[in-house]
């Protein structure tokens, strides 16, 4: 029997492939959106925090049906110590109308999104592992799957398929992520009143807040969050993968160690842990996104590495990337052309984008990551500021100037000394600056 024929097959039903699948069949092409779990989100696990912009340019005022959990009006960040925090942050009741973002649980999600997709056109192939590109003459042409007669012909595959991609790979456009290049995510979902949450974080209604933090991660480069959904709290850590093969720790460790802090226990306790569940996240940043698109694929989200860390975006880069790929693919549709030549559009709309800009934009914080010492960056100096916080708030009969000096000292002794603190001030601000 002759394979079936789209002129798009997605792999992946995440936000990347869904974004793809979605534009793509509104747009009128024959498209099939192939995952492997259950039903879309079924294996996925995110923060997590969705953002409006790049979801409204596919779907305009989608908030109105989507399974949202809270709206978004304030965001925490937490430099921890032993037993403190020094907080920063921002509340502003202007993130609410339009809204700038919100928590949401991808296994609700991602199944509400595809669902949307299937409207559109795109004929759901899920419970279906694409094992391979069909290729004729070097490009590709289709994909086969671990169904029996489970061949699929295309005039473009997008490949959407996460972290791991296994098809970027038989492209050859990466290879394993280097240690240094991905660190490793936990995540607990926990159930708490939602009177609790409301009381706890100071919200009304669906008002929703969400904290990051840093230190208190056994000395190895990571960042924790705790964000609040309607009647649950996600808490999690991921940690650069290359510290946790130093330390030989496990990442449930940090996070069991993080829930004792007394910041976070006042915060969770009383829940009750619903789920866990562990991933992978793109690290790499701007030196590490492979070449886009070839003859008959194109690549895209996490499968491309298309994830900005300083900001905890990467569902909104997922869903612009697959939205480009999908007007690239339309593009070739009407042409009836599907080289590289044509696809390579897409690879243009990305550099266009605010895909390459940000994630140049924060190019060197790799380096940064890579090169400096861990232990310094996420222990001994959130320690230290800590401490400076503490001398310069406590009135025990000191003299202000005499505290300041203590408090320069103990930074300066912290980083190594006064040329390392201004050595590591520059290099902070480099990272963050291109
Ligand atoms: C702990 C954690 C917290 C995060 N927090 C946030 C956050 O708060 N905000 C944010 O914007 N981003 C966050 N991210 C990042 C975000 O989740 C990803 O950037 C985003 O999900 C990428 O989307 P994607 O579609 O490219 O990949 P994915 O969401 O990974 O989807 C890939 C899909 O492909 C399927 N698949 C894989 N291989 C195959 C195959 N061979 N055949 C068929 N199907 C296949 C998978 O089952 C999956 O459904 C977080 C990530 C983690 C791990």
């Given at each position: 029997?002759?394979?079936?024929?789209?002129?798009?097959?997605?792999?992946?039903?995440?936000?990347?492939?869904?974004?793809?699948?979605?534009?793509?069949?509104?747009?009128?092409?024959?498209?099939?959106?192939?995952?492997?779990?259950?039903?879309?989100?079924?294996?996925?696990?995110?923060?997590?925090?969705?953002?409006?912009?790049?979801?409204?340019?596919?779907?305009?005022?989608?908030?109105?049906?989507?399974?949202?959990?809270?709206?978004?009006?304030?965001?925490?960040?937490?430099?921890?110590?032993?037993?403190?925090?020094?907080?920063?942050?921002?509340?502003?009741?202007?993130?609410?109308?339009?809204?700038?973002?919100?928590?949401g649980?991808?296994?609700?999600?991602?199944?509400?999104?595809?669902?949307?997709?299937?409207?559109?056109?795109?004929?759901?192939?899920?419970?279906?592992?694409?094992?391979?590109?069909?290729?004729?003459?070097?490009r590709?042409?289709?994909?086969?799957?671990?169904?029996?007669?489970?061949?699929?012909?295309?005039?473009?595959?997008?490949?959407?398929?996460?972290?791991?991609?296994?098809?970027?790979?038989?492209?050859?456009?990466?290879?394993?992520?280097?240690?240094?290049?991905?660190?490793?995510?936990?995540?607990?979902?926990?159930?708490?009143?939602?009177?609790?949450?409301?009381?706890?974080?100071?919200l009304?209604?669906?008002?929703?807040?969400?904290?990051?933090f840093?230190?208190?991660?056994?000395?190895?480069?990571?960042?924790?969050?705790?964000?609040?959904?309607?009647?649950?709290?996600?808490?999690?850590?991921?940690?650069?993968?290359?510290?946790?093969?130093?330390?030989?720790?496990k990442?449930?460790?940090?996070?069991?160690?993080?829930?004792?802090?007394?910041?976070?226990?006042?915060?969770?306790?009383?829940?009750?842990?619903?789920?866990?569940?562990?991933?992978?996240?793109?690290?790499?940043?701007?030196?590490?996104?492979?070449?886009?698109?070839?003859?008959?694929?194109?690549?895209?989200?996490?499968?491309?590495?298309?994830?900005?860390?300083?900001?905890?975006?990467?569902?909104?880069?997922?869903?612009?990337?697959?939205?480009?790929?999908?007007?690239?693919?339309?593009?070739?549709?009407?042409?009836?052309?599907?080289?590289?030549?044509?696809?390579?559009?897409?690879?243009?709309?990305?550099?266009?984008?605010?895909?390459y800009?940000?994630?140049?934009?924060?190019r060197?914080?790799?380096?940064?990551?890579?090169?400096?010492?861990?232990?310094?960056?996420?222990?001994?100096?959130?320690?230290?500021?800590?401490d400076?916080?503490?001398?310069?708030?406590?009135?025990?009969?000191?003299?202000?100037?005499?505290?300041?000096?203590?408090?320069?000292?103990?930074?300066?002794?912290a980083?190594?000394?006064?040329?390392?603190?201004?050595?590591?001030?520059?290099?902070?601000?480099?990272?963050?600056?291109?």
């Amino acid at each position: 029997m002759a394979a079936a024929y789209f002129d798009v097959i997605v792999v992946g039903a995440g936000p990347a492939g869904i974004s793809a699948a979605y534009t793509a069949a509104s747009g009128g092409l024959k498209v099939a959106l192939i995952e492997r779990g259950e039903f879309p989100g079924a294996k996925n696990i995110f923060g997590g925090v969705l953002y409006r912009k790049q979801l409204e340019d596919i779907i305009p005022e989608f908030w109105k049906e989507a399974p949202l959990e809270r709206t978004i009006v304030e965001q925490r960040m937490w430099v921890l110590g032993k037993e403190s925090v020094v907080t920063f942050g921002h509340r502003n009741e202007r993130y609410k109308e339009p809204p700038n973002c919100w928590t949401g649980l991808r296994v609700k999600f991602d199944q509400w999104y595809a669902g949307k997709a299937e409207k559109a056109g795109a004929v759901p192939i899920y419970e279906t592992v694409v094992t391979d590109f069909l290729r004729e003459g070097g490009r590709v042409v289709g994909v086969r799957t671990d169904r029996e007669e489970g061949d699929l012909r295309a005039g473009v595959v997008i490949v959407a398929d996460g972290i791991n991609s296994l098809l970027g790979k038989a492209l050859g456009v990466h290879k394993e992520w280097l240690p240094d290049q991905v660190s490793l995510a936990v995540k607990e979902v926990i159930e708490l009143p939602k009177e609790k949450i409301q009381d706890r974080f100071n919200l009304e209604g669906d008002e929703g807040c969400t904290i990051e933090f840093v230190g208190e991660t056994l000395g190895m480069a990571g960042l924790g969050f705790l964000y609040t959904n309607q009647e649950t709290l996600s808490l999690g850590v991921g940690v650069m993968v290359s510290d946790l093969k130093k330390q030989r720790v496990k990442p449930y460790e940090i996070l069991d160690s993080i829930k004792q802090h007394p910041m976070i226990r006042k915060l969770i306790q009383g829940g009750e842990a619903k789920e866990y569940s562990g991933h992978l996240i793109p690290e790499g940043g701007f030196d590490s996104l492979p070449q886009l698109a070839g003859d008959g694929w194109m690549i895209c989200g996490d499968a491309a590495q298309m994830v900005n860390v300083v900001h905890r975006e990467g569902t909104n880069l997922a869903m612009l990337s697959g939205r480009l790929a999908a007007e690239t693919a339309m593009a070739a549709h009407a042409a009836g052309n599907y080289s590289a030549g044509v696809l390579r559009g897409y690879q243009q709309a990305v550099q266009a984008s605010l895909i390459y800009r940000d994630l140049r934009k924060y190019r060197g914080m790799h380096h940064l990551l890579r090169d400096m010492d861990s232990d310094l960056l996420f222990d001994r100096l959130p320690q230290a500021l800590n401490d400076a916080a503490y001398q310069m708030l406590l009135v025990d009969g000191t003299p202000k100037k005499d505290k300041q000096r203590k408090v320069l000292r103990q930074l300066r002794d912290a980083s190594g000394g006064r040329l390392d603190l201004l050595r590591l001030g520059l290099k902070g601000w480099g990272a963050m600056n291109g």
